[in-house]
């Protein structure tokens, strides 16, 4: 393994997240704390778990030797599932940080890109600070206690999450492959230095560590202390519901049907669904009673210009968004019933203020001084008075430009700035929309309709589940809901792979992408026959593990 572990780092991070303790700062410099310091108790490892808590967002260069500002951990992971699948599409030519790149596929096919190394890199960081945990916890010198059991719970969590992102990244598909021969990805359970890597294990050995991983994280969490109670910053503790979530994701996308629908029951129980001016609110806290787990982003390591909302947020202020609103796939939305408040967030007829928008639609014509949007034709004070409103409603200026079917479901709770927000990881929504597939697809229609319906009538004051009656029609109506309610959270990826979808932004009147911006991904063959898919593993693994050649390479 190319990238080591920087445990100092680790415990840095965890005694700043956690307010800094004076007395440990005085006696304790953290360039003299050791390994064996480090780990030596409950407080000490609380410290090493808190570091990965704050590693899952801080800029990239503060967590891996050779690590770049240009990727803030999930800040950028989180959103480019939707990036990559077209689902956040990009309304004009803007590449900051590779955003572009992303989109179009230039990146996560390139062995040498930033994106196919660092996200590696990171996901192998939280498995190699979680062994450091999971194996100091479980060596026989600590007294069993309800605080280290928390501490463990949290580790085997982190460990199983890490190696799912992987898997699914790195690796085929499990329902479109055959797992039990495919490659997967190096499993690691060292934490001794130095920190050498494996062969790849196949996919099926991997979703076998990441289930027994579950399995032993529950078991902890179940003698643990459980998630204290307070603020935003108490939902970056991993705890039960979120291993029981990360066990339906898991289920869910091995086709596991039952472990998934009773995962995620187990996972949304203490999160009731959000009513209307909650989901409206902007998803910019882990405060929202839907949030499972999220990370609490403070202000001491805000990433300004790299973070989630910079990439995918209408309000912030940054030249990626202002030059570049988000906008979402017309034909999902044009599909979205008036009565379901959701469609409030997309902005059908915002004017097309941007003259370098890619549908050439935007802006005011030189010649006659009209707006060039079909939109407005011939009619400026309507489409002045739409943008002073539309601006004065959601806290922006004219420097954002503005363009149909652009979003504010994700706001910066200071709309125009550049302030950190939270990024949610996991909902009880999710875990409603992960029984109901799994339901289906065991041919369980009215359970299936039962797990379906607190979700649609609480967004919808016209649902009628009932009129979905066959497997197909439910299914396709389960993808609609997840494509909607999700939108914008990062699931597209994961998604289209198990349910084998290409992509096609001409089909059924067009998406509203540009085929000029999009190129070779504005139509995509689907996973199961196209490996571009799958993430290249980086090249710089390949040079420096001994247990890989090049025909390893996806």
């Avoid at 407080?43 to 803030?72: C, D, F, K, W």
């Avoid at 949304?268 to 787990?293: A, C, H």
């Avoid at 030249?319 to 796939?329: C, G, L, V, Y």
Wanted: net charge negative; glycine share 8%.
């Amino acid at each position: 393994m190319l990238r080591k572990i920087n445990l100092l780092l680790l415990v840095f991070l965890g005694i700043t997240i956690t307010s800094c303790d004076d007395d440990f700062l005085e006696t304790t410099p953290t360039d003299a704390i050791s390994a064996s310091d480090a780990l030596a108790n409950e407080e000490n490892m609380q410290l090493v778990l808190n570091g990965l808590h704050r590693g899952l967002y801080a800029q990239l260069q503060t967590i891996l030797p050779g690590g770049s500002s240009n990727r803030a951990g999930n800040h950028y992971w989180i959103p480019m599932g939707d990036n990559l699948t077209g689902d956040l599409i990009h309304s004009a030519n803007a590449n900051n940080l590779g955003w572009r790149d992303e989109m179009q596929w230039n990146s996560h096919t390139d062995q040498t890109s930033l994106t196919t190394e660092l996200l590696w890199y990171h996901r192998y960081n939280i498995i190699l600070g979680a062994n450091l945990l999971i194996n100091r916890a479980t060596d026989g010198t600590l007294v069993e206690s309800p605080t280290l059991n928390e501490i463990l719970g949290q580790a085997y969590t982190y460990r199983a999450y890490a190696y799912l992102s992987l898997i699914q990244h790195y690796a085929k598909g499990y329902l479109i492959g055959e797992p039990a021969t495919d490659p997967g990805v190096p499993l690691l359970f060292s934490s001794e230095s130095p920190f050498t890597s494996e062969p790849r294990s196949t996919v099926q050995e991997v979703y076998d560590q990441i289930e027994a991983d579950l399995e032993a994280a529950i078991a902890a969490f179940e003698n643990g202390t459980g998630r204290p109670s307070g603020g935003a910053e108490t939902k970056s503790q991993l705890n039960i519901d979120t291993a029981y979530g990360l066990l339906a994701r898991t289920a869910l996308s091995k086709g596991d049907w039952q472990t998934a629908a009773d995962a995620a029951v187990m996972a949304r129980q203490n999160y009731p669904l959000m009513g209307e001016d909650d989901w409206k609110s902007g998803f910019n806290t882990t405060t929202l009673s839907e949030v499972i787990w999220g990370s609490n982003v403070i202000a001491a390591e805000t990433t300004f210009f790299r973070s989630y909302f910079y990439l995918a947020s209408n309000t912030f202020n940054g030249s990626q968004i202002r030059n570049n609103p988000k906008i979402a796939d017309r034909r999902l939305i044009d599909a979205t019933p008036d009565t379901d408040y959701r469609k409030d967030v997309f902005i059908i007829d915002a004017p097309n203020t941007n003259s370098s928008a890619a549908n050439n639609q935007g802006g005011i014509d030189g010649d006659t001084g009209l707006p060039r949007d079909p939109n407005y034709d011939d009619d400026l004070d309507a489409y002045n008075d739409r943008i002073e409103e539309i601006n004065s409603t959601y806290g922006i200026t004219n420097s954002f430009n503005l363009h149909p079917y652009m979003h504010f479901k994700l706001k910066n709770a200071n709309p125009g700035s550049t302030d950190p927000d939270d990024i949610i990881y996991m909902r009880s929504s999710e875990m409603y929309l992960i029984e109901a597939e799994a339901l289906t697809m065991l041919n369980d229609i009215s359970g299936a309709q039962e797990a379906l319906e607190p979700l649609g009538s609480e967004r919808d004051s016209a649902y009628d589940v009932s009129v979905y009656n066959t497997q197909e029609a439910l299914m396709e109506h389960i993808k609609f809901q997840r494509r909607l309610e999700l939108w914008g959270e990062g699931f597209g990826y994961t998604d289209h792979i198990r349910w084998d979808e290409g992509i096609d932004h001409a089909a059924d009147g067009g998406s509203g992408a540009s085929e000029v911006l999009y190129q070779n991904v504005f139509q995509v063959e689907r996973p199961s026959v196209n490996d571009d898919w799958i993430f290249k593993i980086p090249q710089a693994e390949l040079d420096a593990n001994p247990n890989l050649s090049p025909s390893d390479q996806n």
